[in-house]
């Protein structure tokens, strides 16, 4: 392997992998020297690699000195354009085991069904290609808990072994669908939304891993990297950077729990909820409570709220509250009598997406869903955008009219 500087912009690769135990090293050739890196990254690049061609890859356990705080200080925030701009981003998910090349050619066939518009076999059985077991243990990889890397991906490549599917996968459970393809769109506190139970190799990257995905400015003190800090000070400095200025915040060495002290103003009880994923917008109704707090988010709010993709699921019975000195509400729910925070930002889903909605329920067989109605839905690239084209999809009878010049407007 060679360490490249042109000075020009060149197609690279950038592998996507677990460190895994470092303790027992392997060894490569670096410019003609000894360089150690750990067994999982030498084994991906084994199957990386190309007797044939020269491939260009990133590799960030090369690349960036892990040993040199500064230099990973001025190499985290640009992670994000790293892999946004890779050619191909390569993800590793490790040996074959656990018929992983059965669970590949499950997903691959899932691929030609989605892709064909046609609907999976009744009987997800073997002999239909379908293999469940083999899907579910592939899943349980610890490259499945990683960060972010492949949601700013613009082309991906999975691998486990020999077993290889090309191709963006914008529906992956991997790739959150509102992965911003510009700084500007998702605070900090939407981010740890999403990503506050995914692994990472060192504690300060539950935090520095997004720094180069939110619009928050990047300089805020508590947002400057600092990996000579101990974990709890930069949790605690985090954490009060996102919750209001009134609460006490209270960590421990080690540990990713933040206990806090504060008031809160109940606005309601989550009465019902709308489907779950975590990588698409949740939808709930809210039964509001009589105070003047909860009468302010019921004039704006009807009835409906929303979240962004979550890690973790709103139910029903859970309370919508509003933190003091915070602008929008949280979701709690009670846990051995305290009560936790499940979302930080919630929002209200609007009265267009609740105008469509109340259409498409009584309008029937005969709803007008034209190829100018989805023109008009898919417009705006935003996320109310995409949640009203959902439901017209939803209440198009399966065949919505999902035409050249729709597909050229989206």
């Known amino acids: 392997m060679r360490l490249r500087d042109t000075g020009k912009a ?25 360089f150690q890196i750990g067994q999982n990254l030498y084994t991906a690049l084994l199957y990386i690699r190309d007797d044939q061609l020269v491939r260009h890859l990133w590799v960030d356990a090369i690349c960036i000195n892990h040993n040199d705080e500064d230099e990973k200080a001025r ?57 469940k077991a083999a899907c579910l243990e592939l899943l349980k990889r610890d490259w499945f808990r990683r960060i972010w890397e492949v949601g700013v991906a613009r082309d991906i490549s999975i691998m486990c072994g020999t077993a290889e599917i090309h191709g963006l996968m914008s529906g992956a459970i991997a790739r959150p669908r509102y992965i911003p393809s510009t700084r500007g769109e998702l605070s900090m506190a939407e981010l740890i939304d999403m990503y506050h139970t995914r692994a990472a190799t060192q504690l300060h990257d539950k935090v520095y891993a997004l720094l180069g995905l939110t619009c928050d400015d990047p300089k ?37 729990s933040v206990f806090l002290t504060g008031k809160g103003y109940t606005i309601g009880q989550i009465s019902s909820v709308e489907g779950y994923t975590s990588s698409v917008r949740q939808s ?84 007008p869903i034209t190829e100018d109605v989805l023109k008009v839905a898919v417009s705006h690239a935003s996320p109310a955008s995409l949640a009203m084209v959902n439901i017209l999809c939803k209440y198009a009878g399966g065949n919505p009219p999902i035409t050249q010049d729709v597909l050229k407007v989206a």
């Open 220 to 256: 805020a003190v508590a947002l400057i990297l600092d990996y000579t800090a101990p974990w709890d000070r930069v949790l605690e400095r985090f954490v009060k950077y996102i919750l209001p200025s009134p609460f006490r915040v209270q960590t421990l060495p080690d540990h990713e």
């Open 75 to 131: 190499q985290f925030p640009l992670m994000r354009d790293i892999y946004g701009h890779a050619h191909r981003v390569l993800v590793w998910l490790g040996n074959g085991a656990d018929n992983s090349d059965q669970a590949f050619e499950t997903i691959r066939l899932a691929g030609e069904w989605a892709l064909a518009g046609n609907t999976p076999p009744q009987e997800l059985t073997p002999q239909s290609g379908f293999h």
């Open 10 to 34: 060149h197609h690279y690769e950038a592998p996507s992998y677990v460190w895994g135990n470092q303790n027992d090293p392997q060894t490569i050739l670096v410019d003609g020297g000894d």
């Open 284 to 367: 709930f109704t809210i039964t509001f409570v009589y105070t003047s707090c909860a009468a302010h988010f019921k004039e704006k709010w009807v009835s409906r709220g929303i979240i962004g993709p979550s890690a973790k699921p709103v139910r029903q019975d859970d309370v919508l509250i509003l933190l003091q000195g915070a602008s929008k509400p949280s979701v709690i729910r009670l846990f051995e009598g305290y009560p936790i925070i499940i979302v930080l930002a919630a929002k209200s889903r609007g009265p267009a997406q609740d105008i469509m909605l109340f259409l498409c329920k009584h309008g029937g067989e005969n709803l």
